[in-house]
C-alpha cells in the first residue's frame, strides 16, 4: 500500500513520482510558452494598432473642432459650453428629423394624389 492506501496510485511508488513530476514539468513549460506567445501576441497587436488608434484620435479631435466652430458660427445660444453645444446638436437633430418626417408625409400625399387622379382619369 502507498500513501494514500490504494494499491498502483501513482503517488505510491517512486515510478509514478517520478512520472508525476513530468507532467508537472511538462504543464509548466506549456503554460510558460502560452504566456510567451501571448506576450508576443499583444506586443504585436499594440504595435499594429497603436498608429491606426492614433490616427482615429486625431480624426475625434478634428471632427469635434469642426463641431464646436459650426456651433459658435451658428451663435452658441447656450453658451461656449460644450453642455451647450451638445444641447444645440440635439435640438438641430430633433429639428431635422420633423422635417424629414414632414417631406417624406408630403411625398406620400403627393403619390397618392398621382394615384387617385390616374385612377379618376381611366374612369
Not at 5 to 23: C, F, P, R, S, Y
Not at 92 to 121: F, M, P, T
Given at each position: ?79 461656449e459650453t460644450n453642455e451647450g453645444m451638445m444641447q444645440w446638436y440635439e435640438e438641430q437633430g430633433k429639428a431635422a428629423q420633423q422635417h424629414q418626417k414632414e417631406n417624406n ?19
Amino acid at each position: 500500500m502507498n500513501a494514500v492506501g490504494k494499491e498502483g496510485d501513482v503517488m505510491g511508488n517512486k515510478d509514478g513520482m517520478a512520472q508525476a513530476e513530468l507532467l508537472r514539468n511538462g504543464l509548466r513549460e506549456g503554460i510558460d510558452g502560452v504566456k510567451a506567445s501571448m506576450g508576443i501576441f499583444a506586443k504585436t497587436l499594440t504595435e499594429t494598432l497603436e498608429p491606426a488608434l492614433k490616427e482615429l484620435g486625431q480624426a475625434a479631435v478634428a471632427f469635434y473642432n469642426v463641431m464646436w466652430d459650426t456651433y459658435l458660427e451658428h451663435g452658441a445660444i447656450y453658451g461656449e459650453t460644450n453642455e451647450g453645444m451638445m444641447q444645440w446638436y440635439e435640438e438641430q437633430g430633433k429639428a431635422a428629423q420633423q422635417h424629414q418626417k414632414e417631406n417624406n408625409e408630403r411625398a406620400w400625399a403627393e403619390c397618392l394624389a398621382s394615384i387617385e387622379k390616374k385612377v379618376a382619369d381611366e374612369q
